[in-house]
């Protein structure tokens, strides 16, 4: 039993490491995504050893399939709370004739942070979303409007 759960909880370890390390290797820095691969690596030799203890393989699978669903999940959760908002430009190109509705909308949804011009038979709005809640809430609007628009993301100067 003591074999059994020590597996268990160097299984948790082994997938959330696991999956830092490739979060870092693609997100991260050479030095930093190098360093953190070593020493997944060098955890998994005991992995290694644990896989090939003596108790029921079934148990193994069970142990590692819900390890990985957990540690997996629990690690992309923990990246999306970290995330820091970024500020995005919705460039949105919309027929004249929906223009008042849309900005009738935006009032009643209170999305001030726009601006836009017309461009012949199409307006052109600009909305800058500072929070992933307001970027939410423009992309509700937009659902409601069968208009083309593009998102960029802003970048550090």
């Not at 370890?13 to 490739?22: K, Q, W």
């Not at 997944?40 to 992995?47: G, L, R």
Request: proline fraction near 1%; glycine fraction near 4%; include cysteine.
């Amino acid at each position: 039993m003591k074999l059994l759960l020590t597996f268990l909880v160097l299984s948790i370890i082994n997938v959330v490491f696991s999956t830092i390390r490739t979060i870092v290797t693609i997100k991260g820095g050479k030095i930093v995504a190098s360093l953190t691969s070593g020493g997944y690596f060098a955890f998994y030799n005991v992995m290694l050893i644990y896989t090939v203890a003596d108790f029921p393989m079934w148990e193994k699978c069970f142990i590692t399939f819900f390890c990985n669903v957990i540690g997996v999940w629990f690690v992309k959760w923990l990246e999306e709370k970290m995330r820091k908002d970024k500020l995005w430009r919705v460039e949105v190109t919309v027929p004249n004739a929906q223009i008042e509705n849309l900005l009738m909308d935006c009032k009643y949804m209170n999305i001030e942070h726009f601006s836009y011009w017309d461009a012949y038979e199409y307006t052109v709005i600009n909305f800058y979303c500072a929070t992933q809640k307001e970027s939410a809430m423009v992309k509700e609007l937009l659902k409601n409007y069968n208009v083309k628009y593009f998102v960029t993301e802003s970048k550090a100067l």
